[in-house]
C-alpha cells in the first residue's frame, strides 16, 4: 500500500549499533534535532541499511499513521505493508535524482536513498537548491533544464522494487496483521507442523538410542582391556588408554591387537547381555577369548555374530562349558 510521501519525512541516519534492538532505542535521540515535532507526537519506522551503519528513516505524525491503519483495515489491507511512493521510484546513483512528475505533484528519489515530494511548481527550485544534480525523469517531461539525462520506468520495475521495500512504516503499535488462511491451508500447515515435529521425536529417540549403544560397546571394550591388562589405568579417552598399552612401536610390523580386538568387541555387542568374558589371550596376532554363557544355542549365535562382522575366527564348545573365541586379521 503506498502513501503520500508528502506526509511522511525521510531521513537518512548513521546508527552505529549491533542490533536493531539497539537501534531502535537510539533512534529518537538520533534524529530528535532533524525534526521539528516533538518525538512523542510522531511514529518511527526504521527501514534498510542504505549505507554502511546508515539507515533510512520514515518519521510521520500518529494520527495520519492511525488514519491510513484504519482506512486499510477497512479496504481489507491490515495485512499489506505500507510505503512511502517515493521508494516506489528507481533509487539513482549517488548525486543524482530520479524524479516522477505528475499534473498535480512530483515525486523524487535521491542517491542516498531518502525520497521528498512537492508541488510541480517547487520542483525546479528544490533541484537547484540540491545543486542541480543529474536527473532520470519517470513522469511527464521535465523543464528543458532538467532533462539533460533523462529516462522512462522500465516495465515491471515497479512491482519488483516493492516485493522487498527498503521502508515499512507498519512497525510497533502499527505492526501489520497476518492475514488469515484459508482452512485449507491451516489444516496443511498444522500436518506440516505434526511431520516436522515427529520427525524430530523420531530423530531423538534415535540418537538417544545409538547413545546407548555406544555406551554398551565401550563398556564391553573397558572389560577386555582390563582383562588382557590388570591394574591398568583406561582414561575418558579409552581408544589413547588402550593405544598406550600396546608395545612401542619398531621397525617390525604393526601390531593388530587393538584393531582386532574392537572388531571383536563390536560383533559381540548384540549378545553383550547373556554372555561374560572369562579370559582373553593375544598371541602370534590371534585373539583367544574365552566366554562364559549358559544360553542354548549360545556358541552358533556367537559364530553368526563374528561372521555378520566379517570377523574371520572360530567358535568351540570346551569341555566345562565355556566358549572359546580364537579370531585373527589373516
Known amino acids: 500500500m503506498l502513501v503520500p510521501t508528502e506526509q ?21 535521540f538520533a534524529i530528535e534535532d532533524q525534526i521539528a515535532e516533538p518525538i512523542e507526537s510522531v511514529h518511527l519506522a526504521l527501514g534498510a541499511e542504505i549505507a554502511p551503519k546508515r539507515y533510512l528513516v520514515g518519521v510521520v505524525r500518529h494520527e495520519v499513521m492511525a488514519s491510513w491503519v484504519e482506512a486499510a483495515t477497512e479496504a481489507g489491507l491490515g495485512h499489506a505493508a505500507m510505503v512511502p511512493d517515493a521508494l516506489a521510484l528507481p533509487r ?22 531518502t525520497g521528498f515530494a512537492v508541488p510541480p ?35 515491471g520495475a515497479l512491482s519488483e522494487r516493492l516485493l522487498a521495500p527498503a521502508l515499512d512504516l507498519r512497525q510497533g503499535p502499527y505492526a501489520r496483521r497476518r492475514r488469515a488462511l ?5 489444516r496443511l500447515g498444522w500436518i506440516v507442523a505434526l511431520g516436522a515435529a515427529a520427525h524430530v521425536v523420531i530423530a531423538t529417540a534415535d540418537t538417544v538410542m545409538l547413545r546407548k549403544i555406544a555406551d554398551r560397546r565401550e563398556a564391553d571394550t573397558r572389560a577386555l582391556a582390563a582383562i588382557a591388562a590388570p591394574g591398568a589405568n583406561l582414561g575418558g ?8 598399552l600396546l608395545p612401542a612401536g619398531s621397525s617390525g610390523p604393526p601390531d593388530v591387537f587393538l584393531p582386532l580386538l574392537t572388531r571383536v568387541s563390536g560383533a559381540l555387542g548384540p549378545l553383550s547381555g547373556v554372555i561374560n568374558v572369562r579370559a582373553i589371550n593375544y598371541q602370534a596376532n590371534a585373539l583367544t577369548l574365552d ?40
Not at 511522511?8 to 529518537?28: F, H, I, N, Q
Not at 484459508?182 to 491451516?186: D, F, L, S
Not at 579417552?237 to 598406550?244: F, W
Request: proline share 8%; hydrophobic share 45%; aromatic share 4%.
Open 182 to 186: 484459508p482452512n485449507v491451508w491451516r
Open 237 to 244: 579417552d579409552l581408544a589413547a588408554s588402550v593405544a598406550d
Open 291 to 330: 566366554l562364559d554363557g549358559t544360553e542354548p544355542g549360545l556358541a552358533g549365535r556367537v559364530d553368526a555374530a563374528l561372521r555378520a562382522a566379517r570377523v574371520r575366527g572360530t567358535v568351540t564348545r570346551s569341555p566345562d562349558g565355556s566358549i572359546r573365541i580364537t579370531a585373527s586379521n589373516a
Open 121 to 155: 511548481t517547487m520542483l525546479q527550485a528544490a533541484w537547484q537548491a540540491a545543486g542541480r544534480p543529474a536527473v532520470s525523469s519517470y513522469g511527464l517531461p521535465l523543464p528543458v533544464e532538467m532533462m539533460a539525462g533523462g529516462s522512462t520506468l522500465a516495465p
Open 92 to 113: 539513482p546513483p549517488e548525486g543524482e535524482w530520479a524524479v516522477d512528475l505528475a499534473a498535480e505533484r512530483a515525486v523524487v528519489r535521491a542517491g542516498d536513498g
Open 8 to 28: 511522511v519525512r525521510l531521513l537518512a541516519v548513521d546508527l552505529p549499533l549491533a542490533s536493531r534492538t539497539k537501534r531502535l532505542e537510539a533512534l529518537p
